[in-house]
């Protein structure tokens, strides 16, 4: 199985700061078909997971442009150019390159 | 809007059975993979089963192949979570969420809780 790596574990930041998170696999995440399903999703408290940017780079829909994504192959980074009240929760990237697909053990935005 | 809710989550003995419902409305379900995904009580989430549009196709992890079954009726618009020989470390949040044809579980049901314990 491709094993996610995300880092850190828990980010303290200030309102209004730019923040980075790492998530490195195991193994290239270059489909057969050319693709990089590798993706993010944000978890705010006591609800579901939410789909924030897909392969690689793509934000969601309704997902606001401080978010970016970046990377290829094997490391990957997700930004959030200034912080806002809104965007505190669980980060998890998730690979679709491979079954089974596999996430990172998330992590943790929370205000300084 | 696309709503997915889940029901029938509870709590088993080890060993036991179980089966989870996700009724799905806003969309056509018919023509999109759906996923069952479970998220365990350290946080840390598990892709748990995939269905093709059609129902023709499943996919497993290997630790839940062979106890778990995914099915699916798209004339009710519903999908299926149907779980034998329960385990302790089956004790999750599960989700039923829906594919845009992208390898990924772009909308997620609020989920439903198992608990696996004697």
């Known amino acids: 199985d491709v094993v996610m790596t995300q880092t850190p574990l828990s980010l303290p930041v200030s309102l209004g700061d730019q923040a980075s998170i790492s998530c490195r696999s195991s193994?290239?995440?270059?489909?057969?078909?050319?693709?990089?399903?590798l993706h993010w999703y944000l978890q705010k408290p006591g609800q579901s997971p939410k789909l924030l940017i897909y392969?690689?780079?793509n934000r969601f829909s309704g997902v606001p442009d401080r978010f970016s994504g970046s990377g290829s192959g094997t490391d990957f980074t997700l930004k959030i150019s200034r912080v806002e009240a809104e965007d505190l929760g669980v980060y998890y990237c998730?690979?679709?390159?491979?079954?089974?697909?596999?996430f990172g053990s998330g992590t943790k935005l929370e205000i300084k | 809007e696309v709503q997915l809710v889940e029901s029938g989550g509870g709590l088993v003995k080890p060993g036991g059975s179980l089966k989870l419902s996700c009724a799905a409305s806003?969309?056509?379900?018919?023509?999109?993979?759906m996923y069952w995904v479970r998220q365990t009580p350290e946080k840390r989430l598990e892709w748990v089963a995939t269905?093709?549009?059609?129902?023709?196709?499943?996919y497993y992890p290997d630790s839940v192949k062979g106890r778990f079954t995914i099915s699916r009726d798209n004339a009710k618009n519903n999908l299926y979570l149907q779980m034998s020989s329960l385990k302790s470390e089956d004790t999750a949040m599960y989700y039923c969420?829906?594919?845009?044809?992208?390898?990924?579980?772009?909308?997620w049901g609020q989920g439903t809780l198992v608990t696996v314990s004697a």
């Open positions: 193994q290239s995440l270059v489909h057969s078909n050319g693709n990089t399903y």
């Open positions: 969420a829906r594919d845009v044809g992208l390898r990924l579980f772009a909308y």
């Open positions: 392969k690689v780079s």
């Open positions: 998730c690979q679709g390159s491979h079954v089974p697909f596999t």
């Open positions: 806003g969309f056509t379900f018919s023509d999109y993979y």
């Open positions: 269905i093709s549009d059609g129902g023709s196709y499943t």
